[in-house]
């Protein structure tokens, strides 16, 4: 039910003030939110708060929104604005962060198996790249967008996105290798 | 660095600024990007009787494997996002109520987003509708009351009360092949017979609009 129309279908009822069809909005694509955060911040509880902001966020700007680009594409917008402002702020309270990030991995150790460590290196690698390599490789290694698209969420170009990807490669490869 | 066809032994030595070709002269970002997009094995037709390209190859594509796992994880976003986007949004959509008077006991009041997606469901009940969305009309006037009597209204009072007089809008999207007209009057029948029962509204107009046809 409700899966047969189409994004912009749901988007000008919801722009006419039909709630419900936001609603459907979320329920397709709260999940691209929440994992593009996930993968730019690193862990669940920022995810969780930055994929709400961007949605609530979306809602509100919804009467701007503009049919030139996919609800998608608007949403990864926002959402990765977003989660840079967190990456940025977090950056400045980093340094009286005296007990360390706590792990939210809700295992005890005994069930930490070796790709939950894998995980974790990787997740650490990506979150360890600067903020414009980061948001490159998550969106195309890790969403699988084209350049095209990427550039057009980053408010970039084409060239711009793939020196980032070039870069970001080099560094996620050298961490990996040197982990391995 | 090791000879063609050798292991590389030093990846990172490899992968440094310094470099950017290798020994055959290809291009070390683009065996880079050809790996991690998942493409290691398939050799162009250079790389075929390159021993360089393949050992790097090999390499990167080893080296990216965790990151494709990563990629491929399932993620479920917790439920607690959509609980909280959907009470966040309702804070935000100006509220208005329908007020059933009873004889004795007191008032009970109604949300109108309550009435709309009451009909709404109504509506999706009807054979051949694909999709339906409610609202009430009364939404738009609602905010503008409340914009204009924010400064000087007892905190409690409820805006925009609407009586029993409720006036609801649906947008339907109809099953191709059926017959636009019967449904969006089975709609209607349907929506005011279920807000009368179920919500005790005495006046209900329900306007329906058919904006898509689904095939």
């Known amino acids: 039910m409700g899966s047969e129309v189409d994004d912009a279908y749901l988007v000008r009822r919801a722009q006419e003030g039909y709630v419900d069809a936001y609603a459907d909005l979320v329920d397709r694509h709260g999940l691209l939110a929440y994992r593009v955060a996930l993968r730019l911040l690193g862990n669940h509880q920022d995810a969780e708060d930055v994929a709400q902001e961007a949605l609530v966020a979306a809602w509100q700007?919804?009467?701007?929104?503009?049919?030139?680009?996919?609800?998608?594409?608007?949403?990864?917008?926002?959402?990765?604005?977003?989660?840079?402002?967190?990456?940025?702020?977090?950056?400045?309270?980093?340094?009286?962060?005296?007990?360390?990030?706590?792990?939210?991995?809700?295992?005890?150790?005994?069930?930490?198996?070796?790709?939950?460590?894998?995980?974790?290196?990787?997740?650490?690698?990506?979150?360890?790249?600067?903020?414009?390599?980061?948001?490159?490789?998550?969106?195309?290694?890790?969403?699988?967008?084209?350049?095209?698209?990427?550039?057009?969420?980053?408010?970039?170009?084409?060239?711009?996105v793939r020196s980032h990807l070039f870069r970001g490669r080099r560094t996620l490869s050298k961490t990996l290798a040197e982990w391995r | 660095?090791?000879?063609?066809?050798?292991?590389?032994?030093?990846?990172?030595?490899?992968?440094?600024?310094?470099?950017?070709?290798?020994?055959?002269?290809?291009?070390?970002?683009?065996?880079?990007?050809?790996?991690?997009?998942?493409?290691?094995?398939?050799?162009?037709?250079?790389?075929?009787?390159?021993?360089?390209?393949?050992?790097?190859?090999?390499?990167?594509?080893?080296?990216?494997?965790?990151?494709?796992?990563?990629?491929?994880?399932?993620?479920?976003?917790?439920?607690?996002?959509?609980?909280?986007?959907?009470?966040?949004?309702?804070?935000?959509?100006?509220?208005?109520?329908?007020?059933?008077?009873?004889?004795?006991?007191?008032?009970?009041?109604?949300?109108?987003?309550?009435?709309?997606?009451?009909?709404?469901?109504?509506?999706?009940?009807?054979a051949g509708v694909g999709v339906a969305f409610g609202r009430s009309t009364h939404s738009r006037m609602a905010g503008l009351v409340e914009r204009a009597t924010l400064r000087h209204r007892h905190p409690n009072a409820a805006v925009g009360v609407l009586g029993r007089t409720a006036v609801v809008d649906l947008a339907i999207a109809v099953e191709y092949g059926d017959q636009v007209d019967a449904v969006a009057r089975a709609v209607q029948r349907r929506a005011v017979a279920e807000l009368r029962s179920k919500v005790g509204l005495r006046d209900v107009t329900v306007n329906v609009t058919v904006d898509d046809v689904i095939t």
């Open chain 2, 1 to 126: 660095m090791s000879g063609p066809g050798q292991p590389i032994d030093d990846v990172s030595l490899l992968l440094s600024g310094a470099n950017t070709r290798l020994a055959c002269g290809a291009d070390i970002d683009a065996l880079l990007e050809q790996a991690a997009d998942g493409y290691a094995g398939q050799f162009t037709s250079h790389q075929r009787d390159c021993l360089y390209c393949q050992a790097a190859l090999r390499e990167f594509g080893r080296l990216w494997e965790p990151v494709r796992d990563l990629a491929a994880e399932r993620v479920t976003v917790p439920a607690a996002v959509k609980i909280a986007v959907a009470s966040q949004i309702r804070k935000l959509v100006a509220d208005v109520w329908y007020t059933l008077q009873l004889s004795d006991g007191g008032a009970v009041r109604v949300a109108a987003r309550v009435v709309a997606r009451i009909a709404r469901e109504a509506a999706r009940d009807v």
């Open chain 1, 61 to 160: 700007q919804l009467p701007g929104f503009k049919a030139d680009s996919s609800f998608s594409t608007w949403l990864y917008r926002i959402v990765t604005r977003r989660a840079l402002n967190r990456i940025t702020r977090r950056r400045v309270t980093e340094s009286l962060d005296l007990l360390g990030d706590v792990s939210d991995a809700g295992d005890g150790p005994g069930q930490q198996t070796e790709r939950n460590l894998t995980v974790d290196a990787v997740t650490d690698a990506v979150t360890a790249l600067p903020p414009p390599q980061r948001v490159a490789i998550v969106l195309r290694h890790f969403e699988g967008l084209p350049l095209a698209e990427i550039a057009d969420i980053t408010g970039s170009t084409v060239p711009a």
